[in-house]
Every structure is written in C-alpha cells, then in structure tokens.
C-alpha cells in the first residue's frame, strides 16, 4: 500500500456506508414491492432529510474533482458553477412546489408521467423519458470515474475494486431503493462539509493565505477576458453556461426524483431557502483548485504518474494527499467515493421509474401494475451495469464529452416539464417537435466544436454573442413549439387529453 | 369631490387586493437575484480585495447568502402561515 493509513480509513468509511445502505430497508419501513415506495421512499422525506438527499444528489463527486479541476486548468470560467448554483433555487421555489402537488395527486413518479398525464400525448413524455435516461448514463459512468480517480490516487491499481463497489451499490439500490442513498447522503454531506472546512482553514494557511493563493494564478486567469469590441465575449459565455446550467438541472431524472420523494410543497420551499449553503461549499471547493495551483503539486514528481493518467482531475487527489495527513486524506477521498454512490444510485433508480411508467408500461403489451417495482428493480441494476461496461470498454474522455451532451438534451425538456406547470397554451404535438428541433441543432453545434466546447459564438446583426449551446438551442425549441402550438390549437387541440384541473396549479 | 371617491375606491380595491397582489409583487425579489447573479461585466475585478479574495470572487460567494435570504422573505410573505 503506497498510503496505509489513507487506505484503511477510506476502505473503513465505504465498508460503513455498505451497511447503512443494506438497513435502510428498515428505514421508516414501507411495503418495498410498490413503486412508490421503492423509487420515491413513499413521498415521505422531511425538510432535513431533503436536504441531505437534493444536496447529494446535485452535487456530486464527479462535481468535486471537475469544478476544481476546471478552476486548476481554466481559471476563472470554471467558477461558472456558483452563479449556476444559486440560479438553481429561485427555480426549485418556483417551479416545483407546483409539480409536487400536481405529481402527488394523480401518483405520478417521474417528470415524463407528468407531461403524458397533461397533454394525454405518450410519445411526447416517451421523448421525454428516453432524453432522461441517455442524459443519465453518462453522468452515472462519470461518478464512477470519480470514484475510479480516487481510488488510483491511493495506488490501488486496475478496476477491480471499481467493480466490487459499484456491484454492492448495484445491491443496495435492488434491496431498499430510495432509502439507501437518502441515508447515506447525511454520512456523505457531513463528511464533505467536514473535508471542505479543514481544507479552506488548513490549506491556506500552509500556503500564507488566501491573498497569496491569488497571487500564483495567472492574471489571465484570474478574472475572465475583456470582451473584444462587437463582442459580448466571455461575459455572455460565463452567464449562458450559469443559466443554462440552472435550467437543465432539476430536469435530470435524479434531481426530479430528489424533490418529488419530500413529503410535501412546504418542504421544497424551506429547501430553497436552505440548500444554498451547498453553494458556499462548492465556491470554497472550487477554489480548492487555485490552492492546488498555488501548491505546486503539478511539478511534484511522486504525482507525475496521476497527472499523465487522470490529467487535470487529479488536481484535487494530488493536493489532498500533498496537505493531509494519511488518515485525513482517507476522510476526503472516502468523502469523494461515498459522493459517487449517492448520486449513482439515486440516478439508477429514477432512470428505472422512468423505464416502468413511461416505457414498459405504455409501450410494451401484457404489462401489469403489480409488476412495477420488479420491473424497477430490474432496471436499476441494467443502469449501473451499464454505465460500469460504459467506463470498462470506452475512454473515459468519451464520458465526459456524453455529459456535456447530456446537458444539452436534457435542457430541451424545460418547455415541455416547466412551461406546462403554469400554462397549458402549449399543443403536446408541438412540443415534441420543438424537442426534435432542439435536440438536433444542439448536437449539431456540438459536432462541430467536436464534442469539446460547450459554448458557440452566434453571429447576430453584425454583434458575436458567445452563448452555452445548450441555452441557445432551448429558445429554438421553445420559439418552434410556440409558433406550431398556434394553428394546432385551432385545428388539432389536444386541449381534451389533459386529466389535470386548472385549480391543481394555484 | 371626485378626487376624495377615487381615493376611497383605490383604498377599498387595495384592501380588498392587498393579500394577492402583495403576494405577486413580493416575487420581484426573484427576480433580483438572477440579476443580481448574471451581471457578470459588474463583478469581473479585482478590486476591491476582501480577506485576500478578488471581488470576483468574494462578490459571487456572498450573493449566495443574500440569494437564500431573499428566497426566504418571499416564502415568509407567500407561505409563511402554512405548515
């Protein structure tokens, strides 16, 4: 073992954490052959417990070594992510204390049910469904490198105990669903609030402060580029990316079935208000980039195998292992692992609501409803396995450019999930085809930056605006479904379909 | 005359009004905080500096907190009385 006391420690939090998983079951014990026991803990979750299971399912360890990582290579436009992640709740407050009740009323689990429920249109919330999963299965392939980088970093060579860990989260999620990543996100939560306090407290003061710090980044780096003239430049790309971000994110599957599983508006609401401080943490994390820069772990040759083989991701690994002591670096990069279980088994399983209710059970014939939580089950273990097979046989640059495109296909659901919780002026038809619209020009644009860049220089009246592909390509969708829905609604209305009320809105 | 009736009806209408429409215009306060985040040419400097953070930096930190208690005085005036 190249770091003995790192490695027992680390190897003692994911052994209590596969515990805490197995007795969830018992957790507030509900009947786990139904669905929504299984898939949303039964809708029961107070304001505490939301808090712990939102929190770590949105920011997740792939989050912890990509933000500082983005910070350590990019500078100042890697700290996109704290504007984003405070566009985030004015969002949550206002969107999805609706969506709750609406969800809560008619028993709908997942965010496709909703929209088949309101338009009466299952091919539009079957577009809906399958742009969840495929926007998920990278992002659970990309937690496992997470936890892939982590583990390397303790010398711990080839993919065995990837495996081993991901087979046992593959368990968990079977046996106790929703309940098992909702405890182990209070371990999780408490354990990278810890990691992120001693880091801000310790680290600069090894390093002679925070002005200091400042003082190694490059000035071109420090703040972002002056836009050149009849341009918007990097301005309009930093608040494109924190906006689009913030839209996209309580659209993914996992973050939907987050909020879904509280136990009522109200909690959803105090969690608006709440949940930011996971945002002061992410800021002080992605400055833990800058910290990496500032300690020169880059040049150290023990860490030179690290850099070549995870690049700028193991920026965080390096310096926690350079500023720790052993058993120290062992909390943080057990921090970082549980970080991946949470959000990858909470992913597994919302991506299976969504197979059962708007997939197995529209589409394929001879379904039965008591089968669901099976079917779920099922399904869960096809995710991971999946996502594990993903990371195995492809590289690992092609998950992280998959992500980039899962953002951008997931954003294009904004109309159909976000619009129609306050209007129903919007034809099913037409949103499906502003969703085929989207999905296409952004991939389009993807293409051409080559599965690199997110962000596309749009040429208007003779202006350059730099804007995140994503929040370019969801006007489009929403400008075409909204132009369609006007002639449909005169000649085809689907006004008839929608089984919600207008007084489930208010 | 006229003056004094429009007066008294404008207070009747306010009053009859007051819960909603306080209600609605309280959501300003959302409002401000997407400007507030997104007025990226206003904070992208470093100066002033506070505790060794550019104020690129220590700006975006501290809208967080002032985000959260914004979201808060709108959930206290829309849904402050319900459990």
């Known amino acids: 073992m190249t770091y003995p006391a790192a490695t027992l420690v680390f190897l003692a939090l994911i052994a209590v954490v596969i515990v805490l998983g197995f007795t969830a079951a018992r957790w507030n014990a509900g009947n786990l052959e139904h669905i929504e026991e299984w898939g949303l803990g039964g809708r029961r979750f107070g304001t505490w417990v939301s808090w712990f299971l939102i929190g770590g399912d949105a920011y997740t360890a792939y989050t912890f070594i990509a933000i500082p990582a983005l910070m350590f290579g990019a500078g100042a436009i890697g700290f996109f992510a704290l504007p984003y992640t405070v566009l985030i709740y004015p969002i949550l407050y206002l969107v999805f204390p609706k969506l709750w009740k609406v969800a809560h009323k008619y028993g709908y689990i997942t965010g496709p049910e909703f929209v088949r429920g309101r338009y009466g249109n299952k091919h539009l919330a079957l577009a809906i469904g399958l742009t969840g999963i495929f926007a998920t299965m990278?992002?659970?392939?990309?937690?496992?490198?997470?936890?892939?980088?982590?583990?390397?970093?303790?010398?711990?060579?080839?993919?065995?105990?990837?495996?081993?860990?991901?087979?046992?989260?593959?368990?968990?999620?079977?046996?106790?669903?929703?309940?098992?990543?909702?405890?182990?996100?209070?371990?999780?939560?408490?354990?990278?609030?810890?990691?992120?306090?001693?880091?801000?407290?310790?680290?600069?003061?090894?390093?002679?402060?925070?002005?200091?710090?400042?003082?190694?980044?490059?000035?071109?780096?420090?703040?972002?580029?002056?836009?050149?003239?009849?341009?918007?430049?990097?301005?309009?790309?930093?608040?494109?990316?924190?906006?689009?971000?913030?839209?996209?994110?309580?659209?993914?599957?996992?973050?939907?079935?987050?909020?879904?599983?509280?136990?009522?508006?109200q909690v959803i609401r105090r969690n608006a208000v709440l949940l930011p401080a996971y945002s002061v943490m992410l800021g002080l994390l992605a400055l833990v980039g800058y910290m990496a820069v500032a300690s020169g772990v880059k040049d150290m040759p023990q860490f030179a195998a690290g850099f070549k083989q995870y690049g700028t991701s193991f920026a965080v690994p390096a310096l926690v292992l350079e500023a720790f002591p052993g058993w120290f670096a062992g909390v943080a990069f057990g921090a970082i692992a549980i970080g991946a279980l949470v959000p990858a088994a909470i992913m597994a399983i919302a991506s299976a609501n969504i197979f059962t209710r708007d997939i197995y059970s529209q589409f394929m014939p001879g379904s039965v409803a008591s089968g669901e939580a099976k079917v779920a089950k099922l399904f869960s273990l096809v995710m991971v396995a999946g996502a594990l097979v993903f990371i195995l046989v492809i590289p690992a640059t092609y998950a992280v450019q998959l992500q980039l495109l899962g953002g951008m296909w997931i954003i294009q659901t904004f109309p159909a999930i976000v619009f129609s919780v306050?209007?129903?002026?919007?034809?099913?038809?037409?949103?499906?085809?502003?969703?085929?619209?989207?999905?296409?020009?952004?991939?389009?644009?993807?293409?051409?930056?080559?599965?690199?860049?997110?962000?596309?220089?749009?040429?208007?009246?003779?202006?350059?605006?730099?804007?995140?592909?994503?929040?370019?390509?969801?006007?489009?969708?929403?400008?075409?479904?909204?132009?369609?829905?006007?002639?449909m609604n005169a000649f085809c209305s689907d006004r008839a379909g929608d089984e919600t009320r207008a007084e489930d809105y208010v | 005359m006229f003056a004094g009736a429009a007066q008294c009806v404008t207070l009747f209408y306010l009053a009859e009004r007051q819960?909603?429409?306080?209600?609605?215009?309280?959501?300003?306060?959302?409002?401000?905080?997407?400007?507030m985040v997104l007025a990226v040419p206003f904070y992208n400097q470093a100066a002033p500096a506070l505790f060794g953070f550019p104020f690129f930096y220590w700006f975006q930190i501290a809208l967080v907190p002032v985000a959260s208690l914004l979201i808060y005085i709108v959930y206290r005036v829309e849904h402050g009385g319900e459990k």
């Open chain 1, 138 to 265: 990278p992002y659970i392939a990309l937690q496992l490198i997470g936890m892939q980088t982590v583990i390397g970093a303790l010398g711990i060579p080839g993919h065995v105990p990837l495996i081993v860990a991901f087979t046992v989260l593959a368990a968990f999620t079977y046996t106790s669903g929703l309940r098992a990543p909702a405890m182990i996100a209070i371990v999780k939560d408490l354990l990278i609030y810890l990691t992120v306090i001693v880091a801000v407290i310790v680290i600069p003061a090894e390093l002679g402060g925070f002005g200091a710090i400042f003082a190694k980044i490059a000035p071109a780096k420090l703040l972002l580029a002056a836009p050149p003239a009849g341009s918007t430049g990097a301005y309009s790309g930093y608040a494109t990316l924190a906006l689009g971000s913030a839209m996209a994110l309580f659209l993914y599957p996992h973050t939907t079935t987050g909020i879904l599983s509280s136990s009522g508006p």
């Open chain 2, 19 to 35: 819960d909603s429409e306080e209600r609605d215009v309280i959501k300003i306060l959302l409002l401000l905080v997407f400007i």
């Open chain 1, 422 to 487: 306050f209007t129903r002026f919007f034809n099913g038809w037409a949103l499906l085809a502003g969703w085929a619209v989207g999905i296409i020009s952004a991939t389009w644009l993807v293409a051409l930056n080559h599965f690199a860049g997110s962000i596309w220089a749009f040429h208007v009246l003779g202006f350059t605006l730099p804007s995140y592909i994503a929040l370019a390509t969801v006007l489009l969708n929403a400008v075409v479904a909204a132009v369609l829905s006007l002639p």
